[in-house]
């Protein structure tokens, strides 16, 4: 079955720490996208891929980190730097666009939860 | 900065009624727009895509359209109490990211 596969489910970290969320998909899309969710919010971007070795920026990316060596890959690094990282972390992928260009609907996966120890 | 806006909640109706669920955006170049479903504790899932003008219906489910007044509804009809979830609204312009709205809560009572 295709889909989007995020691990582990749920994370902990201590202070100072790096953490690493994985995700992986094999729907061959070439857009790949980090949300983070806090309780009662909406999703907020971190970061965001369209192709291979590029990725931009999105509204909250301080102390976060992401790589795209591979199109099926996009993992997330949450940095000590990031002070306050507890919360529901949602990655998608999605078609960049589709018949007439327009963009095509997100795709998620389970999510990792991440808390402080 | 571009918004997409939601009451959020909680929206309470009885079992077999239609739920109503509205949103509203503020980039009047948005092309696409998708509602997406999130259960408690879970990650959203894709119930609509809607691109043009007027109605599009799904089952259970309607979408409207409306890009003059910058507005786009989800109607559910015959409410079950497993559509008690947070509804999601996204809109999108080309070549741009997503912007989610901050979600409706439903509660369908039996």
């Known amino acids: 079955d295709g889909g989007i596969t995020q691990s582990p489910k749920y994370l902990f970290r201590k202070e100072g720490q790096n953490v690493t969320l994985s995700c992986e998909q094999n729907?061959?899309?070439?857009?790949m996208y980090w949300y983070r969710q806090d309780p009662g919010q909406g999703l907020r971007l971190i970061y965001y891929?369209?192709?291979?070795?590029?990725?931009q920026k999105g509204d909250i990316a301080e102390g976060y980190s992401v790589s795209r060596e591979k199109k099926e890959s996009f993992p997330l690094t949450v940095t000590s730097a990031q002070k306050n990282p507890t919360a529901f972390y949602l990655c998608?992928?999605?078609?960049?666009?589709?018949?007439?260009?327009?963009?095509?609907?997100?795709?998620f996966g389970d999510g990792t939860r991440l808390s402080i120890l | 900065q571009k918004e997409v806006e939601q009451n959020s909640g909680p929206l309470s109706v009885p079992e077999g009624a239609i739920a109503s669920l509205n949103c509203t955006y503020s980039?009047?170049?948005?092309?696409?727009f998708f509602w997406y479903r999130q259960y408690s504790g879970k990650s959203p899932e894709l119930i609509m895509s809607?691109?043009?003008?007027g109605d599009k219906e799904d089952g259970r489910f309607t979408a409207q359209l409306n890009k003059a007044s910058q507005y786009v509804s989800l109607l559910i009809r015959d409410s079950q109490p497993s559509d008690s979830a947070t509804y999601l609204c996204?809109?999108?312009?080309?070549?741009?990211?997503?912007?989610f709205g901050p979600g409706t809560r439903l509660s369908v009572l039996p």
């Open positions: 996204a809109v999108n312009n080309y070549g741009q990211n997503f912007v």
């Open positions: 980039d009047r170049g948005s092309q696409s």
């Open positions: 809607i691109y043009s003008n």
């Open positions: 729907l061959n899309h070439d857009a």
């Open positions: 891929s369209q192709i291979v070795n590029d990725f």
């Open positions: 998608a992928s999605s078609i960049l666009y589709g018949a007439g260009g327009l963009n095509q609907p997100q795709h």
